[in-house]
């Protein structure tokens, strides 16, 4: 046999191709969701006073993506010194800079004791429910995704029980990315950012914690690919229900085919395991 002779090689059917192709959608969803967990920018500033970028993410409270140098006047007077860096900042580094509920920056009173960060000053910080919950749910769209993207491609093992597994896998993703952006859409924080009355983003400035004003932001790339991803979750959920009323015709038939095929290269019908002869 040469070494470009790809005879011993199965070439898939239709279905199981489009069953392959389904699960490369869900590939695709994965890559997007990763982006989505490790962004900023669930809500960001359109058009930033401060010529930057700024935004909050669900795992990343607050992000700038350059330094800053503080305007002098009455916009700026939460900025200590005239310098703020860009900046990455996790929940963690919000909780341990031991200030999220202090309200030596004022921070208590204009962002953590509103919106129940802190249930009093210098009490404990905690991560709202409401982001909590988008974790979660964007957590489970990506195991979820990613399961339903391995039963897919054991569809030749599998048949029709590996589909409708992974048909649910991706359903319950499609489920869990609808909740995610609706809790994003109607969480307190992310409004008042959204509103012309506006609300506060932690940063840090000057070794300190602090509240920046922010008003009239807009929703970001990271909600955007949610919203990308549900889509692409639905059309490959309807897709593998659509697919599964056929795989396992389209495997038996292949089947059957290639154990004549090998029939009528040996002259002799094939056998099974223990030996018997297996009917045609």
Same mark, same amino acid.
């Given at each position: 046999?040469?070494?470009?002779?790809?005879?011993?090689?199965?070439?898939?059917? &239709?279905?199981?191709?489009?069953?392959?192709? #389904?699960?490369?959608?869900?590939?695709?969803? @994965? $890559?997007?969701?990763?982006?989505?967990?490790?962004?900023?920018?669930?809500?960001?500033?359109?058009?930033?006073?401060?010529?930057?970028?700024?935004?909050?993410?669900?795992?990343?409270?607050? #992000?700038?993506?350059?330094?800053?140098?503080?305007?002098?006047?009455?916009?700026?007077?939460?900025?200590?010194?005239?310098?703020?860096?860009?900046?990455?900042?996790?929940?963690?580094? $919000?909780?341990?800079?031991?200030?999220?509920?202090?309200?030596?920056?004022?921070?208590?009173?204009?962002?953590?004791?509103? =919106?129940?960060?802190? !249930? &009093?000053?210098?009490?404990?910080?905690?991560?709202?429910?409401?982001?909590?919950?988008?974790?979660?749910?964007?957590?489970?769209?990506?195991?979820?995704?990613?399961?339903?993207?391995?039963?897919?491609?054991?569809?030749?093992?599998? &048949? %029709?029980?590996?589909?409708?597994?992974?048909?649910?896998?991706?359903?319950?993703?499609?489920?869990?990315?609808? $909740?995610?952006?609706?809790?994003?859409?109607?969480?307190?924080?992310?409004?008042?950012?959204?509103?012309?009355?506006?609300? =506060? @983003?932690?940063?840090?400035?000057?070794? %300190?914690?602090? #509240?920046?004003?922010?008003?009239?932001?807009?929703?970001?790339?990271?909600?955007?690919?949610?919203?990308?991803?549900? $889509?692409?979750?639905?059309?490959?959920?309807?897709?593998?229900?659509?697919?599964? /009323?056929?795989?396992?015709? *389209?495997? *038996?038939?292949?089947?059957?085919? *290639? /154990?004549?095929? *090998?029939?009528?290269?040996?002259?002799?019908? &094939?056998?099974?395991?223990?030996? !018997?002869?297996?009917?045609?």
């Amino acid at each position: 046999m040469g070494v470009c002779d790809t005879s011993d090689y199965r070439v898939p059917g &239709k279905v199981e191709g489009a069953i392959y192709g #389904a699960s490369c959608c869900n590939v695709v969803a @994965l $890559i997007f969701f990763i982006c989505v967990i490790f962004s900023p920018f669930t809500v960001w500033s359109v058009n930033s006073a401060a010529n930057n970028r700024f935004g909050t993410g669900p795992f990343v409270p607050s #992000a700038s993506r350059y330094d800053f140098l503080c305007a002098a006047g009455e916009a700026y007077v939460w900025c200590i010194g005239t310098f703020v860096p860009q900046q990455w900042n996790s929940w963690k580094d $919000i909780e341990s800079s031991q200030r999220a509920c202090s309200n030596d920056t004022n921070i208590y009173t204009r962002w953590s004791g509103p =919106y129940g960060f802190c !249930d &009093k000053i210098d009490g404990e910080f905690k991560v709202i429910p409401e982001i909590l919950a988008i974790q979660s749910f964007n957590i489970l769209a990506f195991i979820f995704l990613f399961f339903a993207t391995c039963a897919g491609c054991t569809v030749v093992a599998t &048949k %029709k029980t590996g589909v409708i597994v992974s048909s649910v896998l991706t359903f319950l993703a499609m489920i869990s990315c609808l $909740i995610s952006f609706s809790l994003m859409t109607t969480t307190q924080w992310y409004k008042d950012l959204r509103s012309s009355q506006g609300s =506060y @983003l932690p940063i840090f400035t000057g070794g %300190k914690l602090v #509240a920046m004003p922010a008003a009239n932001w807009g929703y970001g790339p990271a909600f955007g690919l949610i919203i990308v991803v549900w $889509i692409w979750t639905l059309f490959a959920f309807l897709y593998y229900v659509y697919l599964s /009323r056929w795989i396992n015709e *389209e495997l *038996e038939a292949a089947f059957d085919k *290639e /154990r004549h095929d *090998e029939e009528a290269e040996t002259g002799a019908p &094939k056998t099974g395991e223990a030996g !018997d002869v297996v009917q045609s």
